[in-house]
């Protein structure tokens, strides 16, 4: 059968080395996997007490497109109580993960042939989506130059080369470079943006895992922007696919209509657990200090081996290393490192297709023992 054009998007390197690292695992070896942003730990106890409270109750269907009314009022409170800001529930909007809220933002917002900025290194389901739907990736190099960020004067330099941009997406903490963009570098963005008729999503998914660098939401600093948020990292829901949007009031009705045609809803099951999670901080917390742990440990082990930590670690749960010292294909090196010692790994390339060939990224989001035996295995390889 003849497939689409637009479905031709590289791999997501990541998920294949993923799926390899538990054929592997399922085959009986001592399989390490530093290669996905997945927390070592369950959902918190309050959301698994309410999803076995709503399969006892049984009655698990559709919701509102828009998500539960007091899921929603939760999220706005958490925005009260953490940012001090005061979101309307109205311009909230529940959605199947992240991964639907990009799907949804990028749909309404722009069309066919636009232009959208991204750092580079940066998440590769950007650059993935945004291609499958026909829109064109801008990709601007974050270095130690610009503070591992995207700022004014590289927009406008990016525009000068390819012409007008009609959004522009950041993380913060980034993906896979770690990087925390602080409050007046998250300002200067938002007010070109807004100043250059710039669509401005900023993806949020990493909050409340920041270790060094001020932690703001762009809510704080204008309401003409698309936040993006999960329950999957901070929260530990990955596989319960639950993430959430605010948006300007504009923007509500027709992330609504596709959200109707596209997905219908999240998960009820995910979302009543999601509720119960959002009360679940001193929990939380406990965690993120685990990771800090580790961050701490890879900082200080990975340049012992000899990779050169390439980006700051200042927030969420990744390792961004040059390893060039040992190898010119990241991937090469990913694989063999599975196939000889069991750790798994996701080669650069996933992040950057330019410079790629010679980092990696070391997610540390796993249990500690696991980044002591993992370091130590292939600090032996590499003697």
Same mark, same amino acid.
């Not at 409170?77 to 990028?106: E, K």
């Not at 909050?207 to 204008?222: C, D, I, N, R, V």
């Not at 390893?323 to 010119?328: D, I, M």
């Given at each position: 059968?003849?497939?689409?054009?637009?479905?031709?998007?590289?791999?997501?390197?990541?998920?294949?080395?993923?799926?390899?690292?538990?054929?592997?695992? =399922? %085959?009986? !070896?001592?399989?390490?996997?530093?290669?996905?942003?997945?927390? *070592?730990?369950?959902?918190?106890?309050?959301? #698994? +007490?309410?999803?076995?409270?709503?399969?006892?109750?049984?009655?698990?269907?559709?919701?509102?497109?828009?998500?539960?009314?007091?899921?929603?009022?939760?999220?706005?409170?958490?925005?009260?109580?953490?940012?001090?800001?005061?979101?309307?529930?109205?311009?909230?909007?529940?959605?199947?993960?992240?991964?639907?809220?990009?799907?949804?933002?990028?749909?309404?917002?722009?069309?066919?042939?636009?232009?959208?900025?991204?750092?580079?290194?940066?998440?590769?389901?950007?650059?993935?989506?945004?291609?499958?739907?026909?829109?064109?990736?801008?990709?601007?190099?974050? =270095? %130690?130059? !610009?503070?591992?960020?995207?700022?004014?004067?590289?927009?406008? *330099?990016?525009?000068?080369?390819?012409?007008? #941009? +009609?959004?522009?997406?950041?993380?913060?903490?980034?993906?896979?470079?770690?990087?925390?963009?602080?409050?007046?570098?998250?300002?200067?963005?938002?007010?070109?943006?807004?100043?250059?008729?710039?669509?401005?999503?900023?993806?949020?998914?990493?909050?409340?895992?920041?270790?060094?660098?001020?932690?703001?939401?762009?809510?704080?600093?204008?309401?003409?922007?698309?936040?993006?948020?999960?329950?999957?990292?901070?929260?530990?829901?990955?596989?319960?696919?639950?993430?959430?949007?605010?948006?300007?009031?504009?923007?509500?009705?027709?992330?609504?209509?596709?959200?109707?045609?596209?997905?219908?809803?999240?998960?009820?099951?995910?979302?009543?657990? *999601?509720?119960?999670?959002?009360?679940?901080?001193?929990?939380?917390?406990?965690?993120?200090?685990?990771?800090?742990?580790?961050?701490?440990?890879?900082?200080?082990?990975?340049?012992?081996?000899?990779?050169?930590?390439?980006?700051?670690?200042?927030?969420?749960?990744?390792?961004?290393?040059?390893?060039?010292?040992?190898?010119?294909?990241?991937?090469?090196?990913?694989?063999?490192?599975?196939?000889?010692?069991?750790?798994?790994?996701?080669?650069?390339?996933?992040?950057?297709?330019?410079?790629?060939?010679?980092?990696?990224?070391?997610?540390?989001?796993?249990?500690?023992?696991?980044?002591?035996?993992?370091?130590?295995?292939?600090?032996?390889?590499?003697?």
């Amino acid at each position: 059968m003849k497939v689409s054009r637009r479905s031709a998007v590289e791999p997501f390197h990541a998920m294949d080395v993923l799926a390899e690292a538990t054929r592997r695992r =399922s %085959a009986g !070896n001592p399989v390490i996997s530093m290669a996905v942003g997945q927390p *070592a730990y369950p959902a918190p106890a309050a959301a #698994l +007490s309410a999803a076995r409270q709503a399969l006892e109750d049984g009655r698990i269907g559709y919701t509102e497109a828009l998500g539960l009314n007091d899921l929603r009022r939760g999220i706005a409170a958490h925005y009260r109580a953490r940012h001090g800001v005061d979101v309307d529930p109205a311009r909230i909007a529940v959605t199947t993960g992240s991964s639907a809220g990009f799907n949804l933002a990028f749909l309404t917002l722009f069309d066919v042939g636009d232009r959208v900025a991204i750092a580079r290194p940066g998440y590769p389901a950007y650059r993935n989506i945004l291609a499958a739907l026909g829109i064109e990736t801008i990709e601007i190099e974050v =270095s %130690a130059e !610009n503070g591992f960020t995207m700022t004014p004067e590289s927009l406008e *330099a990016a525009q000068s080369v390819f012409g007008k #941009l +009609s959004g522009v997406l950041l993380a913060s903490p980034a993906n896979p470079t770690g990087t925390v963009t602080d409050r007046a570098h998250l300002k200067a963005l938002a007010d070109y943006c807004s100043a250059s008729d710039i669509a401005f999503i900023s993806d949020e998914i990493y909050h409340g895992l920041t270790f060094s660098g001020e932690e703001t939401t762009a809510l704080e600093l204008t309401s003409d922007v698309v936040v993006i948020n999960s329950f999957s990292k901070y929260y530990c829901m990955t596989g319960w696919r639950i993430g959430w949007m605010v948006l300007p009031k504009d923007v509500v009705r027709p992330i609504e209509r596709l959200s109707q045609s596209l997905y219908i809803s999240a998960p009820e099951i995910s979302q009543l657990a *999601a509720l119960a999670a959002l009360g679940a901080h001193e929990e939380l917390d406990v965690h993120r200090e685990a990771y800090r742990r580790n961050r701490d440990l890879l900082a200080a082990r990975l340049p012992e081996i000899g990779f050169t930590i390439a980006s700051p670690m200042d927030g969420a749960f990744y390792a961004y290393v040059d390893v060039g010292r040992f190898t010119n294909d990241s991937m090469a090196f990913a694989r063999r490192m599975l196939a000889e010692i069991d750790v798994a790994a996701t080669p650069g390339h996933d992040f950057d297709p330019i410079g790629g060939h010679r980092t990696m990224r070391f997610s540390f989001a796993g249990a500690y023992e696991q980044m002591v035996e993992a370091t130590d295995r292939i600090a032996a390889w590499l003697k």
